[in-house]
C-alpha cells in the first residue's frame, strides 16, 4: 500500500516561495506517475500538476509558470516548487499517484499572507 508524507509548508509572505516535498513508498516509484493536489478552507480538493514517470511535467493553468513538480527516482521522492506566491493559493497540500490511490498522506498547510 503507498505511503505519502508531504513536508515542507509554513507562512510566508505574497510573493515568496516554498519548496514542498513528498516521500513516497510502498510503490514502485520510479515506474509511477504522481500528481499535486491541493485544498483550500471550504473548498473541493483540486489537481494542480502531475509528473510521468519519465519526469514529464504538466501543470494546471492556475500554477502554470509559478509552480514546477519535479522528482528524485533515487529518494523515492516528488517535489513542489511554488514561487510568487498569492493569497489564494492558500491551502493544504497533497502528493498521490496518478490515477490516485485510496489513501492520502496528511498533507502539508501552506498559508500566503497579503
Known amino acids: 500500500q503507498v505511503q505519502l508524507v508531504e513536508s515542507g509548508g509554513g507562512l510566508v509572505q505574497a510573493g515568496g516561495s516554498l519548496r514542498l516535498s513528498c516521500a513516497v513508498s510502498?510503490?514502485?516509484?520510479?515506474?509511477?506517475?504522481m500528481a499535486w493536489y491541493r485544498q483550500a478552507p471550504g473548498k473541493r480538493r483540486g489537481f494542480i500538476g502531475r509528473?510521468?514517470?519519465?519526469?514529464?511535467?504538466l501543470h494546471d493553468a492556475s500554477v502554470s509558470g509559478r509552480f514546477t513538480i519535479s522528482r528524485d527516482n533515487a529518494k523515492n521522492m516528488v517535489y513542489l516548487q511554488m514561487n510568487s506566491l498569492k493569497p489564494e493559493d492558500t491551502a493544504v497540500y497533497y502528493c498521490?499517484?496518478?490515477?490516485?490511490?485510496?489513501?492520502w498522506g496528511q498533507g502539508t498547510q501552506v498559508t500566503v499572507s497579503s
Open positions: 509528473i510521468l514517470s519519465s519526469g514529464s511535467a
Open positions: 498521490n499517484t496518478l490515477p490516485k490511490s485510496p489513501g
Open positions: 510502498g510503490i514502485d516509484f520510479s515506474r509511477s506517475d
